[in-house]
């Protein structure tokens, strides 16, 4: 977590607390609105069921009633039977035919037959189709007799619908037949909205259903649980889920009368959650709206929260490349502006302390210089000796010339010998100025021979050989010639004091090009840097040398002043000698 950006952090979290917040609320609201709906489902479903088996049974007790009625009557006076079937069926618009079946001792046996002429013709139904339809699906008269009423499906495909009533008299003798339009009860099951209902017969096949074709089809729906629920006699009414065709449902079952047929009314559940469904897809496209939303208004917070922070990083990259003294504006947020604050102030101490190190510096860069100087009063003292002795001898034999002449020739001899005094002394001094750090053109060549000239005579007076080879077209380059001098001049009375005890006294300078670079070489024939010298060489303060002899600053000075003149000092090592390369980048243009 903490390896991500803060402002990574702040988008990522802002995101996930929405995400969570959003699923929480999507769930918690889906439940609620399903379970709710699901409730109100059964409970529209019982309502629904229980309705329309109240109607089919008023309906059917009526008609039933109305059938023993006929019945009796006939039993009294058949011969009127005719008369009475119209004066008490016509009315109802639903009876195409009518049929009395005697009970004997020997069996059944149909004892009158009426048409009602007038409907069937209008409906365009034969009479024969009925007597098809009868034949095709007989009335149970054994069931009739047990439970006094019995309602059947009697369509005759491919087209009858046709319903059918049987009823047993009152004194058990007959049983009066009905076939009946279904559309009365096709008219209950047909409610509109998400509701379907389906009525059944004690078999548990249809007898209104909203798909005619089933009706038709005497489809058998005695698989279905709900059906199996309210046939089975245990509860007349109740509500269960249950599945068919792959799909769940929502059914509410009641029978009608003591099983002589049942409704139910049922719902698919991908249709009464349809609309939670819908809900929860669209709330669910709005939370991916509003955590979209959310996110880009956290990014742009996040890089407004993080925009100083970057300014401050910035800040530090710049004063770590040495811009000392880099300030930011002092802005945004109270933590924000307290680190800046500490940032500038930071960053004014570093020039302060970058002013004191260069000084410290500074002084440690004299400081070795005034040791190599100390070193070389021996052999200037010695050098200047020679003139001195000169304008010495000079003068004496000036103040007993016997001439004006001739003491002429003696001052301009002294004056010779002053000025070759005076040069090495002012090269001397010209070095031990302090230093400073001023960059201006100089030719490599020119460096090496100034070096030379401080340092020859103590060579020589060392029994050093200095060879040169001094190489052309070197290309000027931008340096520092007094602090370059020191360098050299480090380098070789190093060579010359390696070789104080070697028999082949030799040092050679050369001058060569190397790409945009000029390489100065200072090779000796000493005994070489044994590796663990090699290792500590540029080290401040390591020195092999006796206490008084080497201050072991010479190396590691030389090379902060190379490498300010964005060169490099190397050392190389080998049985004949060691050689040190000094390599300055060649000005351009
Ligand atoms: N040409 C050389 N041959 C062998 N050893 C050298 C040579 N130049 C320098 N050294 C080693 O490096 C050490 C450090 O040199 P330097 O930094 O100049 O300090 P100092 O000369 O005061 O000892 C010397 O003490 C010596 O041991
Ligand atoms: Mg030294």
Known sequence: MTRLSIRAQ???????????????YLTLATRIVTRDKEATVYDVNALVAGTVADQVETTVDGFADKLRYFGQEYASTPGDAERRAKSLFSADDEVLSLEVNTI???????????????????????????LLARKQTPVPFAVVRRTGVVLQNASLPPDLALLRL??????????????????????TVTTG?????????????????????????????????????????????????YETDGEQRLASYARVGSGLAAVVAEVPVAEVFGATRELSSRSLLFAAGIV???????????????????????????????????????EGAPEIRSVGTALNEMSRELIRRSDDLQRAHNNLVQSEKLSAIGELAASVAHEVKNPMVGILGFAQLGKE????????EYFGLIESDTLRANKILQTLLEFARPPEMDMEPLEVNEVVQGALQLCQHQLQMQGVKVATSL??????????NNQLRQVLLNLMMNAGQAMAESATKRVTVSTVVDGDFAKVLVADTGPGIPPEVMQNLFKPFFTTKRRGLGTGLGLSVSRSIIEAHKGTLTAESAPGGATFIVRLPVRKG
């Open 193 to 241: 909205g998400v509701t379907r209902v389906f009525l059944v017969d004690s078999l548990g096949r249809v007898l209104a259903h909203r798909d005619a074709s089933k009706v038709i089809a005497h489809e058998d729906l005695s698989g279905l649980t709900p059906v199996q629920s309210a046939l089975s006699g245990k509860a007349a009414r109740g509500a269960e889920q």
């Open 166 to 187: 049987s009823a047993v008299t009152a004194d058990g003798k007959a049983v009066i037949t009905a076939e009946l339009r279904p559309e009365r009860l096709l008219k």
């Open 401 to 408: 010339a016997d001439s004006m002449s001739e003491a002429k």
């Open 471 to 480: 190489g052309d077209g070197l290309g000027g380059i931008l340096g520092n």
């Open 10 to 24: 702040v988008v990522l979290l802002v995101g996930l607390l929405l995400l969570a917040a959003m699923a929480v």
């Open 104 to 130: 004997t001792e020997g069996g059944i046996e149909r004892s009158f037959l009426y048409f009602d002429a007038e409907r069937l013709s209008s409906l365009n139904i034969e009479k024969e189709d009925i």
């Open 292 to 330: 979209a939303l959310a996110l880009v208004l956290a990014i742009i917070l996040s890089r407004a929260l993080t925009a100083p922070l970057k300014r401050l990083s910035d800040t530090m990259v710049v004063i770590s490349k040495g811009e000392y003294g880099t300030t930011v504006p002092i």
